[in-house]
């Protein structure tokens, strides 16, 4: 079982930086592959970054280059870093943990409320 709270959101200038944290309760999350998802109005869920047990991580075309997702095991907490956002990127963040394949896509089992991230030009 595992908790997920989320902070870190905020609103930001585009071409601002803001960096969201996630930290755990419960497991330890060194067991778990870990994402980053987001939710725009109006729009679907989607998976934006995610990083495997072992530091391996993965990146949507949309944030690559831009955000940076890792993992302190040490401090049961996941970040991502986002630098140089874009109006587009406005959307409740979310993070997740303890995934499996299902229909050739990842579906997790845990999740955080949410933070919102507001871009402004």
């Known amino acids: 079982q595992v908790n997920l709270v989320e902070s870190g959101g905020g609103s930001v200038q585009a071409g601002g930086s803001l960096r969201l944290s996630c930290v755990a309760s419960?497991?330890?999350?060194?067991?778990?592959?870990m994402a980053w998802f987001r939710q725009a109005p109006g729009k679907e869920r989607e998976s934006i970054a995610d990083?495997?047990?072992?530091?391996?991580?993965h990146y949507a075309d949309s944030v690559k280059g831009r955000f940076t997702i890792s993992r302190d095991n040490a401090d049961n907490t996941l970040v991502l870093q986002m630098t140089n956002l874009r109006l587009e990127d406005t959307a409740i963040y979310y993070c997740a943990c303890d995934r499996k394949m299902v229909a050739g896509r990842f579906e997790y089992k845990y999740w955080g409320q949410g933070t919102q991230v507001t871009v402004s030009s």
């Open positions: 419960g497991d330890p999350i060194s067991l778990y592959a």
């Open positions: 990083i495997t047990s072992g530091g391996s991580a």
